[in-house]
């Protein structure tokens, strides 16, 4: 079976519940990790009984976890992985198998152990793959139970058709590992911005002094990566134009490598014409030395100077196109993050703007992010504005990995893309 690779850097956490198709659970963690998945496993008592912790330790290579109040989670010892952090950290819920049991309790609302527990904490989606007994199946209280879950957004997958333990014949059989992955992975397809092009960039430039030296910064391209792969998964024809990073490409973006912010910026300008959409990431270099030493420069003085020349402001030129694509900046500021963002956003005249503070855990080098997005609100043909008469509005995406916080990000750009392309529609019909 062919698989989308939509599961890479992806936080899958795997619920089992107590059923002998426990046993293809086992296979299921490593079928996961094998499309770059990051699994951790949590069971119910009952699945203890059909498989052991250790075994589903050894595949997912993480604890697994088994008690609601577990006081080493709970008191932020050993990773800290309480069943709130649990909740947080899930991409997305999987639940393989999933019992009349369990599913009758979950529909009720209840949360007297870790999994239902979690399953109420998460703000991630949740999908069942249910099985059990084929009359267990049919009978009209677990239909109901089916129902309610799916009223309330939560995803049903199977059950399959055939022979089962008990050796009786129908439906309740739990999906094969393939079919699951396959059903994990379309979680991310979302198609918000189906048949568009985005042009990405992420990672440093680096600005030479001498055959060995170069001016540079601390951006690692985690974030500008994490973009474009959720743009992909958007449905968006990517391209990706990055720095020096050490960071292999997501495999469904068209990825083209740069130095120089001069190099990047003529990659960029031949790109752009024909884009929808310009999500800015890159740290670029606002400066570079105006001579670049041929020989690598000797130490024979206590100071050295350099002559630095301010490059070409590539996020300024897009947005400055007379058709400029929908532009997205990125603002990594020390202090001042709120009122630097909003400068930026008017003085550019941008679409949209994402800011992060660095330091404390956040930005550079980290695998977290929190971002503060702005936007134009109001009149949507944003160049015809005065400052003082532009609309800015203003949302939070909370601390989260640079993975799922790229996914929320897509889509604000994707609802605000639109939002402007309707308004701009309306305003040619008008005309």
């Known amino acids: 079976m062919m698989l989308m690779n939509n599961l890479t850097n992806k936080r899958i956490l795997l619920g089992v519940t107590g059923g002998i198709a426990a046993y293809k659970s086992a296979e299921l963690v490593r079928r996961l990790r094998d499309q770059g998945a990051e699994v951790r496993v949590v069971m119910t008592q009952g699945a203890c009984e059909f498989i052991t ?138 198609g918000l911005l189906a048949d568009l092009k985005i042009v ?45 990073v050490n960071i292999e490409p997501p495999h469904q973006v068209h990825h083209i490598s740069v130095d120089t912010a001069e190099q990047m910026r003529d990659v960029v300008m031949s790109d752009i014409i024909e884009s929808d959409i310009f999500v800015a990431v890159a740290a670029v270099a606002d400066y570079r030395c105006v001579d670049v030493a041929e020989q690598k420069i000797k130490k024979k003085s206590e100071d050295l100077s350099l002559l630095l020349r301010k490059n070409p402001d590539i996020l300024a030129e897009v947005a400055s196109l007379p058709h400029a694509p929908f ?52 009149n949507q043909d944003q160049k015809d504005q005065t400052r003082e008469n532009q609309i800015i509005k203003h949302q939070t995406l909370e601390r989260a990995p640079k993975e799922k916080l790229a996914r929320q990000l897509i889509k604000v750009i994707a609802n605000h893309y639109y939002e402007k392309k309707s308004a701009q529609n309306n305003t040619t019909q008008v005309h």
């Open 53 to 190: 912790p250790l075994t589903m330790q050894a595949l997912s290579g993480r604890e697994v976890h088994t008690e609601l109040l577990d006081h080493v989670a709970e008191s932020g010892q050993g990773g800290g992985m309480g069943h709130i952090e649990l909740a947080r950290w899930s991409d997305v819920v999987l639940i393989a198998p999933g019992s009349a049991n369990f599913i009758a309790r979950l529909a009720h609302g209840l949360a007297d152990d870790l999994l239902s527990t979690l399953c109420l904490a998460t703000t991630a989606p949740v999908v069942i793959a249910p099985a059990m007994n084929q009359q267990m199946w049919i009978n009209i209280a677990t239909q109901e139970n089916i129902a309610t879950l799916v009223q309330r957004e939560i995803k049903i997958v199977g059950p399959a058709e055939g022979s089962q333990a008990c050796g009786e014949i129908g439906p309740g059989r739990m999906l094969e590992p393939e079919q699951l992955i396959l059903e994990a992975s379309q979680i991310f397809s979302t």
């Open 200 to 244: 990405v960039t992420a990672g440093p430039t680096r600005e030479a002094i001498d055959p060995v030296r170069y001016i540079t910064n601390h951006s690692s391209g985690r974030m500008g990566y994490a973009v474009a792969r959720a743009a992909a998964e958007a449905g968006a024809n990517v391209t990706l134009i990055s720095g020096p």
């Open 327 to 378: 532009t997205v900046g990125f603002a990594a500021e020390t202090e001042n993050l709120l009122d630097n963002a909003r400068m930026k956003l008017q003085t550019k005249k941008l679409d949209m703007i994402a800011a992060n503070q660095v330091g404390e855990g956040l930005g550079f080098n980290v695998d977290e992010n929190e971002l503060q997005v702005f936007w134009q609100a109001g």
